[in-house]
Structures are given as C-alpha cells and as structure tokens.
C-alpha cells in the first residue's frame, strides 16, 4: 500500500525551525506530521513544542531522534558547519532529508552529502526558497517566454540593512562558521543566477573587506554590558547581543563578485552588509530585451531592445502577487513540495546539486577575494556513478 502520511523529525529548533509549522498537519488527511525534534539548548525544546506541535518528543541528542524507525524524513535546521555531519548521518540512517542551505561550507562536505544521498536511496532537498517566491518564478517564466530573447548578461545587487542582526551579532560572523556570507547570504542569489541562465558558474574573480563590522573589541563583550550602548548604532537588545565589532569577526560585510557560466553569460553579485535599506535588486540583459525586478514595489519591468516587431511599440509591467506566509508564501509552497516529493516522486524545484554549486561558487569567490581577486576556477561535482 502507498504511504499516505510522512513522520518528520527536526534537527535543529532555532528560529528557522519554525517553518517545520507547515508539515503539520495532525487533521484526517493530513500528509504530514513533526513528531520530533532535537536541539542541544534545552531552552529551545518547549519553545518548539509551543510553536510546533505541542506533543513533538524533544531530545538533546540528534542521534536518538535518528535511531527512531518510525520517523520517515529529517529536516536540517541547525547551524551551517553542522549541515554535513546531521545531513549524511540522517541519510545513512535511512530518512529523507530536507537541509536548509547553504548545503555545507566547503565543496568537499557538499559532495560527502551527494553522495550519502546517491547511495541511501532516499530524497533530497535543498532549502531553496527563493525559486518559490512569485517575483523570482515570474522573471523566470518570462525568459523561458522568449521575451527578452537569450540571457547574456545577470547584475545582482543585495542591499543587506539588518547586517549586524543576522549575522554580525551571531555565530555567523566567523569564518570557521560559515567560510563566508558568499555561502550563507549569497548561496540564495547565486542559485537564483543559476537557474535564471540555466547554467553553473565556471570562474569567478572577487574583491571584498570588512569594511564596517569587526574590530579590536573583546570576544566576550556584548550590547548589554558595554559602555558604549547608548551611542553605538549597532547595539542590541533582543537574543543577539554579541558585539558586531569584536575581534573574532573576520568575514566580510562588503563583495562583489564576477562570474562567467558555463554557457556563456556573464554576471555580477555585490553584497553589502551595512546598507539603510533591504533589497534585492536584479538586472537580467537578453539579446531582444531587458528585465529588472522592483522588490518594494512588487513589479518587474520589461523593456524591449529594437526589433522591428511589436515589441517596439510598448514596454511591459508584471504586477507580482503578493502571497500570505512567510518569505511571501515560498516556505509554505517548499515544504509542501517536499512532501509532495516523499510521497509521488514529485521532482524538486531546485536539483540537490544546485546546492552544492551555489556553495562551490560561494567558497571560489572566497578565496579570490582573500588573494587579492584572482580568477578562480570553480570545482565541479564528484558524485558517484549512479548504477
């Protein structure tokens, strides 16, 4: 008999673990219900339980919520070094598995995931929600249109305003973390260029810096206990309170990024971390035309290069819908594509290898960037021979 319902369990109950919300589904019918969850803070389990299910078992130790056999799929939520070792070993235990991205943080952990994945025979998904969101599927239907011809050139601007909030007050501002905010912020918009020109980056060349965050401020020093919160423009209240200026910080809060894919294309990436404002701003360049993406107004706008059609007669304006939930609805939309996936082969919005080149993209710019912005070449997959 075909499986009906998927029993999840969540590795990982930080804030990013409330999304788990909509695979739970406990009505008749439901296709899915979170029956777990594992965290090593003990403060976070009853607040999962609060704001998941009320009867998930709670666990300190990943491990037992893996030896569980009656849990059919694993969700990653936890920190981004942890992404390789929770991922394979929920693969090798048999489960399927979604992972938040960026997949890991070095290309070498991204592979050892493809390839417990290859051979568990079980799914896999990349958390990619951006190719869920109604702005990004809009700009990708209209190049599949044809309406601004063939895809040469992709300009990205990421305005990063609350740099300090997610990242610079947290775990995320060291490098032995993350490797760099080119995988943790930028793996999103990475995946999104991929997917827009419909090829992977070969070579990279990058400059960056910190350029704000870091400093010579104690490693132990936070918000509440520094003499300077009343006039620091970064100082903080809530549950991230680590100094955005102390020494251990050393991934940059300023880059930008030239790629060329494989197929021809040419694109920019430029991230900044201490920015008034957050926005995401795309420029896509075709041989008959030009979109670009309006995010605080909803719109894309389409304008058209000479050529003796129609076209010539008007630009055009994509009035984007807005959607419930949250990141404008793809979270709700993932998680239900992934059950989807479980329970009748659905395939993925965003192949699994697509994670682990936005990350091989991410660490090649890393390193062009700390050499001084030399070419870098970009390692292509070692996947085992699929039998």
Known sequence: MAQEQVRIGVIGLGWRAEVTKYWHNPFPGGKSIVVAGADNNPERLGKFRDKVNPDADVMLDYRELLERSDIDAVAIMTPDHCHEEHAVAALNAGKHVYCEKPLAITVEGCDRILQAWQASGKHFMI???????????????????????????????????????????????????????????????????????????????????????????????????????????????????????????????????????ANGVKASYMQCHFTPDYERSYTVIGTEGRMENFEKDHKVVVKSRKSNTWRDLSDRVYEIKKAEGSHFGADENICRDFIEMILHNKEPVAEPVAGRMSVAVGCAATESVRQGGGIVTVKGPQLVPLN
């Open 127 to 261: 958390g990619f929600n951006m190719r869920y969101m109604n702005m990004y599927r809009t700009m990708k239907e209209i190049i599949q249109s044809g309406e601004i011809g063939e895809v040469k050139a992709i300009w990205v601007r990421h305005f990063v305003g609350l740099g300090s909030d997610y990242y610079y007050h947290s775990w995320h501002g060291s490098s032995r973390n993350t490797t760099s905010l080119l995988l943790q912020k930028a793996s999103h918009d990475i995946d999104i260029i991929h997917w827009l020109a419909d090829s992977y980056t070969k070579k990279v060349s990058a400059f960056g810096g910190m350029d704000y965050f870091g400093g010579n401020k104690a490693n132990d020093l936070t918000c509440p206990n520094c003499a300077e919160k009343a006039v620091c423009p970064e100082a903080r209240s809530g549950p991230l309170v680590k100094c955005a200026f102390r020494q251990e910080i050393d991934v940059e809060d300023n880059n930008m990024v030239l790629m060329e894919l």
